[in-house]
Structures are given as C-alpha cells and as structure tokens.
C-alpha cells in the first residue's frame, strides 16, 4: 500500500507543530491515537508518541513515532468480489490487519526570539514501500513581530518493493515541494497568511497494483514519469469577541497533468469555559480530471497512460467535523476531533470499488503535558 497523500500531509503537520512548541520551549511529552474508516472496508488506527527536550533557551529536539496498522492495504478484488488478481499477495492474512507502517521522525529546532530554524528527517517502512524524507522551516519575525515570512523545504527519495513479481520500469518514486509564506497582523483581532507551494515528483508515480480491465485486455495503471505542480494559499484568523474565533482557507491548486483543484476551509471555535474549547469545521474540495485519464470503458491498447484511480478523475469532497480542547488543572491538555468525509459519485470509484462514492469517518485523540 502507498500513502503518500498522509506521508504529505503529516509532515505539513510536523512542520506546523515544531513552529508551535517552539514558541515556548517547554520539554513536552504527547501520545495520541488517530483513527480512518470507510465503506470501502479501509481501516487504519495509528497510535503516536511524540517528546520534545529542550537543550538550552534556544535549542530543542524531538522524536516521533508513529505504527499505522492497516486493514485493506491493497484492494484485493479491484471490482469483483468473486475475482482474485495479483493484488491479492500484497495482504497478511494471518494477522488482524494487512499491513503496519513504522513511521519515525526525528527533528530539532532554534528559536531567538527573531528567528525560527526546524529541520529533521523523516522514514516510513511498510510491507510494499520505503519512505525517506528530511525538511527544514524557517521563519522571521519583522515590524515588531507583526510580520513573519518563511520559507518551507522537503525532499523525500522513496523506493516501491511489490510483494508480487512484477518488474517496475522504476521502483524510485522521489518528490520534493517548497512553501514561500507571509504572515501578517491586520489588526488586534485579524491576522493573514499567503503561501505559495512548488511540488515536484518523479519516478513511478502510479500504484503497482491498479489495473484497467476492459473487454479482452487489461493493463496496469501508467503515468508520467514527471508532475509539476503550484498551490496558492490565503489563510485567515479573525477573533470575533472573547470566546469566538473564525479560521477560514482557500488554496488553488494546479499541475502539468491539468489537475486544478480548489480547497475552501472555514472553522469556528467557541470557548465554552476557561478550560474548554470546541467548535464546528467544513471543508470542501473540487478537482478536474488528469489530461491523460479517459472515460471508464474508453481506454485502447494503443494508448500510453492508464488510470483508474479515482484521484485522477473529476470529483467534489466534502468533510464536517468537529474538534475539541480541554485543558486540565496541572498545564496538560487533551485534544480530540472527529469528521465526516464525502465524495460525490464517481464511475471511477464505483468501478474500483463497486460502491457509488467514497464516505470516511476519521478521528484524532491526543494527551500532552509538560514533564
């Protein structure tokens, strides 16, 4: 099973954690479990243990661990429940789950009151993939610390080892993505942030497994070897009175795939205590389709791509969830939320998996304290 979707977006939130920690340089413990599942019968739960030690005023590094076990980490069937393919091999069904990925994470930070240096490196092993990956954030504080710009580096070199015998034409698959931001105060009570994101892949970028079966031949999936690809982000936090406050995003994305997506994000947060704090949060999601990924059914053998994962095709999402802080009487604090995810219908979807659209629910439980 490839996760590269959650590899990117774990290490955004990596990033965005050291930056926080690093305000206050506290020696901090936190374990937590995370928790998918969808009627596609993926289930993933990934308990995580993270510690961060101060070395002096300025310096701190951390560790993170993260065991996602994996149900489902290979579609077995494709579209026939009554028909075994190769996939098949690429699950252990001697054990509860399919798979375990071990992702550790190691990472350090420097802080003096005007700068901000997080770098690290990251690894995942699974029974399929290797992920190797190392990053670095840097922030300035300007104009009195009203102003932060930064810039954010990652590369990751990730090699594909299929359990069944298959001959890749390669088995890298590397990418790497710079972010260019600008945070700035409006006023007491507003603040904005402009991202701009370069990403960069190359290698084997489809899936081992995925295959098009289509009257008397079948093919596995094929991609380009290259993708391009641009983000443009606006972010902003508005304090609306003392016990509310409002998040709301929107990012445009676009490749040389012409992929165009477009992410709209808005969070409101109520504090109903000194202590606890809760809210409700929506997202929606909206992408065009792959140039080379054609109509179910339309495919030839003359053709050079092969696509029938639906992330190649046209498609909506929505997500509702709602997340919660409580922070206890000793300084610790407990962190939770739970959401809601929804594609539209999909012939792709409903062609891989045999179900109309894809609906996940996903949780978060995190416990952190300083020690």
């Not at 009257?215 to 443009?232: L, M, Q």
């Not at 003359?302 to 029938?308: G, L, S, W």
């Amino acid at each position: 099973m490839q996760i590269k979707n959650l590899l990117t977006l774990f290490l955004s939130l990596v990033l965005l954690e050291i930056t926080t920690l690093a305000s206050d340089l506290k020696d901090t413990i936190s374990f937590g479990v995370n928790s998918y599942s969808d009627n596609a019968d993926v289930q993933v739960y990934s308990p995580e243990l993270a510690i961060f030690k101060t070395l002096s005023s300025k310096w701190m590094i951390g560790f993170k661990m993260r065991i996602d076990s994996i149900t489902a980490a290979s579609i077995r069937n494709g579209s026939s429940g009554q028909t075994v393919d190769a996939v098949t091999g690429a699950s252990a069904n001697e054990n509860f789950y399919d798979d375990i990925r071990y992702a550790p994470t190691l990472m350090a930070t420097y802080e003096d009151g005007d700068d901000l240096l997080s770098f690290g490196a990251y690894y995942s092993s699974e029974i399929d993939y290797e992920g190797k990956a190392v990053f670095m954030n840097y922030v300035r504080q300007l104009n009195e610390q009203n102003t932060a710009i930064g810039v954010g580096i990652s590369t990751s070199d990730d090699k594909w080892n299929p359990v069944f015998k298959r001959d890749l034409p390669r088995y890298n698959r590397n990418e790497s993505k710079i972010d260019l931001s600008i945070n700035q105060l409006i006023s007491p009570v507003f603040s904005m942030q402009a991202v701009y994101s370069h990403m960069y892949s190359e290698g084997f970028l489809s899936s081992p497994y995925h295959f098009i079966a289509q009257g008397n031949f079948s093919k596995f999936e094929n991609y380009p070897s290259t993708r391009s690809g641009d983000a443009f982000a606006l972010k902003g936090v508005y304090m609306l009175n003392d016990t509310n406050s409002m998040n709301l995003s929107y990012r445009y994305y676009q490749d040389d795939w012409d992929i165009s997506s477009h992410t709209i994000n808005g969070e409101l947060l109520h504090d109903f205590s000194k202590d606890f704090i809760s809210g409700l949060r929506l997202r929606y999601y909206s992408q065009t389709k792959a140039n080379f990924a054609k109509d179910i059914g339309s495919y030839s053998l003359t053709d050079e791509f092969f696509a029938i994962d639906y992330r190649m095709s046209a498609f909506d999402s929505y997500t509702i969830g709602i997340p919660f802080i409580y922070k206890l009487e000793d300084g610790s604090k407990v962190t939770a939320s739970i959401d809601y995810y929804q594609t539209t219908n999909n012939e792709y979807i409903k062609t891989w998996y045999g179900i109309d659209s894809l609906s996940a629910v996903f949780t978060t439980l995190n416990y952190s304290f300083d020690y």
